[in-house]
């Protein structure tokens, strides 16, 4: 699976971004697809996660009824909507690919290169 970020950019605070990540190279409807972000001088921080059916849907707190995820499975892209940015959601954001459970506890096979995301206060 190879998967490709895009969309970052720079924000003020209180703004939105949308993050897609496009798949390709294997069936893209059965894999379990999520986000990740790292800020500078900071852990690796799961997002959020959609299942390979888009029933399951779960975010972090640090993001929960700001950050909502979805995936088109006829264009093989997932998408990260970030409204109300705060300033600590700076950071690079990476999407992941997993045919198991993706979460805080477990590293997805697949990643992406990651986008940058800055929010300005």
């Known amino acids: 699976v190879q998967l490709q970020a895009s969309g970052g950019g720079l924000v003020q605070a209180g703004g939105s971004l949308r993050l897609s990540c496009a798949g390709s190279g294997r069936t893209f409807s059965g894999y379990h697809m999520g986000w990740f972000r790292q800020a500078p001088g900071k852990e690796r921080e799961f997002v959020g996660y959609?299942?390979?059916?888009?029933?399951?849907?779960d975010y972090a707190d640090s993001v929960k009824g700001r950050f909502t995820i979805s995936r088109d499975y006829g264009a093989n892209t997932m998408y990260l909507e970030m409204n109300s940015l705060k300033p600590e959601d700076t950071a690079v954001y990476y999407c992941?690919?997993?045919?198991?459970?993706?979460?805080?506890?477990?590293?997805?096979?697949?990643w992406g290169q990651g986008t940058q995301v800055t929010v300005s206060s």
């Open positions: 992941v690919a997993d045919q198991g459970a993706i979460s805080a506890s477990h590293d997805p096979d697949y």
């Open positions: 959609i299942s390979w059916s888009g029933h399951s849907i």
